[in-house]
């Protein structure tokens, strides 16, 4: 059972385009959501990320969109560069006695072109 | 500082052979995270070190696969004897702490293969 879905699996967007990345949730003990941005050859790096007590956090070019009550996050890539062609991942933190999980989308490959 | 560095970076075995992956993590980082993707899907946690010590392995899949963190340094997961569903991509991870603010940071991955 994926306790964190994410969509598209693929997305290409043009230079200057806006790029947004969905995911939802089903559990509510989730107490923070990471994205991250992984290059090939890479692994998954920390990009932004955002707690539930907070609608929009915002990050230069990317920004987090959080609605709590619908269990839905989402990441907006504002003026995509061809830079930014990489898989994004989505992710749920919890914390549980003495440790913390975190649970992560299935991706989404993101091709900006020029 | 040196990241997180993992070897080898791909492995390529029959079915039915052993594979022993490591993970040196950042230095001072007590807190030592495997997890695996498999094509195109959600990269999955395996399990958590504190130091030595394994915090959860619940997402380890079976009793093929250990992990060992000696002295609370680097790490190894073996998988023996191997699966062809073994195959896909293994991260490791590490963090100073383990609050929802101390940031993982991720190796490259081993991609394995097996045949």
């Known amino acids: 059972q994926q306790q964190v879905k994410q969509s598209p699996q693929s997305l290409i967007v043009q230079k200057g385009g806006i790029s947004i990345i969905n995911c939802a949730y089903e559990?509510?003990?989730?107490?923070?959501f990471p994205w991250y941005q992984q290059f090939p050859g890479k692994g998954p790096a920390l990009l932004i990320a955002?707690?539930?007590?907070?609608s929009e956090k915002k990050e230069g070019r990317f920004t987090i969109s959080f609605n709590k009550s619908a269990k839905q996050f989402s990441l907006h890539i504002m003026d995509s560069q061809p830079g930014d062609s990489a898989t994004y991942f989505c992710?749920?933190?919890?914390?549980?006695?003495?440790?913390?999980?975190?649970?992560f989308g299935s991706g989404t490959r993101l091709q900006v072109q020029p | 500082e040196a990241g997180v560095t993992q070897f080898p970076s791909h492995s390529v075995i029959e079915k039915g052979q052993t594979v022993t992956l490591r993970c040196d993590p950042i230095?001072?980082?007590?807190?030592l995270y495997w997890y695996r993707r498999v094509m195109g899907k959600e990269i999955k946690f395996l399990l958590h070190?504190?130091?030595?010590?394994?915090?959860?392995e619940s997402g380890m899949p079976n009793n093929r696969f250990l992990a060992e963190r000696t002295g609370g340094t680097y790490s190894t997961l073996k998988v023996q004897p191997a699966e062809l569903e073994d195959s896909g991509v293994y991260f490791c991870?590490?963090?100073?702490?383990?609050?929802?603010?101390?940031?993982?940071?991720f190796g490259p991955g081993t991609r394995l293969t097996v045949l």
């Open positions: 070190f504190v130091k030595e010590s394994k915090q959860d």
């Open positions: 991870a590490s963090s100073q702490g383990w609050s929802a603010t101390d940031t993982q940071y």
């Open positions: 559990n509510t003990a989730f107490d923070y």
């Open positions: 992710a749920a933190s919890i914390q549980y006695t003495g440790r913390r999980a975190l649970t």
């Open positions: 955002i707690r539930p007590d907070v």
């Open positions: 230095s001072g980082h007590d807190n």
